[in-house]
């Protein structure tokens, strides 16, 4: 299959970063794109960018994530890819003696990396598996979550960021198990390091040196290197429950 075979894609976090880069590459491709976003701002410049359509949708509310699907589905009919990018990564700077990580960043983190993602998975699958078949294999869709190589390597400060996304990580080959019946393929990409405005708050040099610590290509990842592995995630049929990390074998960097 061709990306453009699946007709229309939401990506969530659309308005900046892995998922405005991805929301590109889709309406290149002649996907119908809507964006889910809490962040009006970037994401209706994004859309009007990519002749889009931006709704102001927060993952952690049922209410605004179920609003959210029927807009997108009332104007381009039923998406067939699922992209979830919508996520937060605070780390901790103290915590107390004897407490690894601030109770409520957690709950928050959680919120929206893990259940989030999952919400939109729930509602994004039951739409899919109800319609038609997209070719003779019976496929249906296909959804792509976003993990961290945190997820397998969290550091210090980043307890909650790194359960989140250990969650989605751990959650993707069940979730495939179960979808793989109505034709919906699950997978999950691991990213590295990243050059996006997640990392604006640290300084250029940080940035640098964290690059250098990449075994190979030796800098941050693209923004346009993780949509083309979406690309082809959507594209091979044989892709099917696995998280595939994106880090240039950062996990080989000395520590
Ligand atoms: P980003 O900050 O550029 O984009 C994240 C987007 O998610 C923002 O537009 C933000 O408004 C949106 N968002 C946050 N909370 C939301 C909510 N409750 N509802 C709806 N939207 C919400 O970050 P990015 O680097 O593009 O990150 C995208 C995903 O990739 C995240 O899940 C992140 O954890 C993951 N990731 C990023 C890196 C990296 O190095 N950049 C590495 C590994 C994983």
Do not use: W
């Amino acid at each position: 299959m061709q990306v453009r075979d699946f007709g229309a894609a939401v990506v969530t976090g659309g308005a900046s970063g892995l998922g405005a880069a991805t929301a590109r590459m889709l309406a290149a491709e002649g996907v119908k794109v809507t964006l889910f976003d809490r962040d009006r701002t970037h994401g209706e410049a994004v859309a009007a960018e990519i002749g889009g359509l931006f709704i102001e949708v927060d993952v952690t509310s049922q209410d605004s994530v179920l609003a959210g699907f029927a807009a997108a589905r009332a104007a381009h009919g039923q998406e067939r890819i699922l992209i979830n990018c919508a996520g937060i990564a605070p780390v901790a700077k103290t915590t107390s003696r004897g407490e690894p990580h601030p109770m409520d960043m957690f709950e928050k983190v959680i919120s929206v990396n893990l259940v989030g993602s999952f919400r939109c998975i729930t509602h994004s699958a039951t739409g899919m598996s109800a319609a038609d078949p997209l070719n003779g294999d019976g496929a249906r869709g296909v959804i792509v979550s976003t993990a961290s190589v945190a997820a397998f390597d969290g550091q210090i400060g980043q307890v909650a960021y790194a359960a989140s996304k250990a969650g989605i990580a751990g959650m993707t080959l069940p979730v495939a198990r179960d979808l793989s019946k109505s034709g919906i393929r699950v997978c999950t990409i691991a990213p590295g390091i990243f050059e996006t405005p997640m990392l604006l708050g640290l300084s250029q040099d940080v940035q640098d040196s964290l690059g250098q610590q990449v075994p190979f290509p030796s800098r941050l990842g693209r923004a346009a290197e993780y949509a083309q592995l979406v690309k082809a995630i959507c594209e091979n049929e044989m892709l099917n429950g696995e998280t595939i990390r994106l880090d240039g074998a950062i996990r080989m960097a000395p520590r």
